[in-house]
């Protein structure tokens, strides 16, 4: 069954750090690249990070350049994004997602809410 599981949201204050993982399972991890996104009520889903799981090339939402990194250990299909230095304004509900940088997703996790708060 190709599936997506996503972990490590939760509740922290400005300027701490949270780790975000997904577990992929049932497809080849290198035919695809893996997006995170995350979404607030009512609004836009955003893009925040995509890494090409063959190559490990990367691309970031630019207001998390510099803060936020996508990793992905192939070995334990799994993809993370470390979270520093987090912001009010990056609370949101975040998702990952099998397809291409740039293009369509067509298979998508629960999510896991992140609350930046103080």
């Known amino acids: 069954q190709v599936q997506l599981v996503e972990s490590g949201g939760g509740s922290v204050q400005p300027g701490e750090s949270l780790t975000l993982s997904c577990v992929a399972s049932?497809?080849?991890?290198?035919?695809?690249?893996i997006g995170w996104f995350r979404q607030t009520p009512g609004g836009e889903r955003q893009t925040v990070a995509c890494?090409?799981?063959?190559?490990?090339?990367?691309s970031y939402l630019d207001s998390v350049k510099g803060r936020f990194t996508i990793t992905r250990d192939n070995a334990k299909r799994t993809i993370h994004l470390q979270m520093d230095t987090l912001k009010p304004e990056d609370t949101a509900v975040y998702y990952c997602?099998?397809?291409?940088?740039?293009?369509?997703?067509?298979?998508w996790g629960q999510g896991t809410q992140v609350t930046v708060s103080s």
């Open positions: 997602a099998r397809g291409s940088c740039g293009g369509l997703y067509t298979i």
């Open positions: 890494i090409n799981m063959k190559d490990g090339i990367t």
């Open positions: 049932g497809f080849v991890l290198e035919d695809y690249d």
